[in-house]
Structures are given as C-alpha cells and as structure tokens.
C-alpha cells in the first residue's frame, strides 16, 4: 500500500503533515463522485501506517466502495502489507442498495455506528458518499452531525460544498483541490466496479440451508413495506446482538419444509438476523434490478 503510484497534490502532502501532528482521531473525507476521495484516504492512511498508527477505514461510498461489497458501509482495518483494496471488512451496516438518495438515515446510522466501533486507538478515516447535492446536502449535513469528526476534509472542483461547509464552519475545516487523476466515471464503468466488488464478496461464499423458524427476518431497512423474498434479492445479515457479520444472496425458498438457502461467506453460527434489501444480484455479482445506483 504505497503512494508511489498516486500524483499528490503539495496540498495534500501538507494537509497529510498535520493530521499527523495534530493527534486528531476522527476525520471525515466529503466531496462529489470523482474528485480522490478514495485516492486521499488511500494516500493519508498510508501515511499515518508509516507513522506508526494504527488506522481504521469507515467506507461509507455504497456504490464505489474501496472496503468490501457495495450496499453497505464497511469497515477495515489497512495494513501496510496489503493493497488498500484488499482490506477485509471486518465491520458491516447494510443499507440494501447503492443509490443512497432514498437511504438517509440508514446510511448516516451505519456510518455513525461504525465510526463508533472503530473509536479507540485507531485513527478514523471516513470515506463519505459522493451525494452532495440534492438531497445529499442533508445526507452529508446529519452525516457530520452524526460523526461529529474533529477535522473534515473537503475535495472540491469549483467550491461546490461552500454552502455545506459554511454551515459546518464551527468545525475544523481543510479544503483541498481534487486529484490531477481524477476522472468522470461512466455509468458502464460504474456498474462494472460494483459487479467486481460484489463477486469478489462472494467468491468464497458457501450455500446455507437454514429454518426459516431459526431466523428473524426484518422488513427492508429501506422502507416501509417488507421486500418480497424472492431468489436473488440481496441480504444483509446480523448476529444475535444485531451487528452486521456479511451480506447473502437468497438461493431458494422451500415451502414444503420452511427453509431458506442462503449463498454467503458468513459462517452458519454468525446467521441470526436476516435484513431484506431492495435489489437482486447474482453470484457473479450482476446487477438484476435497475434502480438508480451511485
């Protein structure tokens, strides 16, 4: 994991230079799709690893995630030993869907409840949804709110988020200039990084046949009718606790002996909670549903 390969502007060096002798715990990375928010995260834990930190990564982008499958916030823990691609999740919030436009407050919660989980002697580095219009103003204003982040960091073309951030200016505030590599990413492009993420997510997964009488199955996190339960329809699963262990895809539904086959990595001890999403998937990770993603 090294930034060898990255073209760093002087700004980010010097933002990079006081995080570290700042002993700030909780940063929140915010700008539009396409400016280096993943490239500044990769960059500053970099950093922060040779310094001897230990740092964890908030992944709150569900459409171009960086740590672990789409339709979820994630969390990892990057090691210099590792690409920070391959950074296992080891924390998880299922949001059910990449378009977080629909998904407010069940994104702001897992991104909350994971920078929590991280709290301790890990320096935090949250990777916000690129929404930042519309209704992602409000997303990133309660996303703040709800972190309460002791330095923010704004990529920007233009000062687009002046207005978000004039309202947070009670808040230690750097503004830096998007990556010179950064580029606009089509929509096939985009559909083509998920599908990656996703079938790499399950490249190891195990088919699990399992009483639906030994499950507590909740309604879509995402609204306020339950999802139907149909094959493929993408899953995110909790333990007894209610924490998020994986996701799952639905296999099959047998009527005759009330079981569900479920296709995950999660081992069948960590299967306790099953939270129905709003998209359907298949094991290669092709998109089956068209709704509007990120």
Known sequence: MTASDLDIPPAWSKAADLVLGSGWRRILVIGATD??????????????????????????????????????V?????????????TPPVGFHFIGSTNPAPRI??????????????AGEAVTLINASGLV??????????????????MIIALERDRELAALLDAHSH??????????KAKRKSAAKRAAARRRRFAAYFQAASCHRLPLDDLVIQRSLLSD?????????????ADRAGAGTGLAIIEAI?????????????????????????????RDGRELTTEPSS
């Open 254 to 282: 047998d009527g005759r002996d009330d079981t569900i086959s479920l296709i995950t990595p999660v081992p069948r001890d960590r299967i306790n909670l099953l939270q129905l999403g709003d998209m359907r998937i298949d």
């Open 133 to 150: 219009h519309g209704p992602g103003r409000r997303l990133q204003a309660r996303q703040i709110e709800a972190v309460r982040p002791d």
């Open 35 to 72: 400016v280096g928010k993943s490239a500044y995260c990769r960059y500053l834990s970099g950093r922060l690893l040779d310094a001897g930190a230990r740092v964890a990564i908030v992944d709150g982008d569900i459409g171009q995630k960086d740590i672990g499958p789409p339709a979820a």
């Open 225 to 237: 009718e339950s999802a139907e339960i149909t094959p493929n329809l993408l899953c995110g699963i």
């Open 74 to 86: 994630t969390l990892g823990f990057p090691e210099r030993s590792q690409t920070f691609s391959a």
């Open 105 to 118: 407050t069940s994104l702001v919660v897992g991104v909350a409840r994971l920078s929590e989980a991280a």
């Open 171 to 180: 808040y230690r505030i750097l503004r830096l200039p998007r990556s010179p």
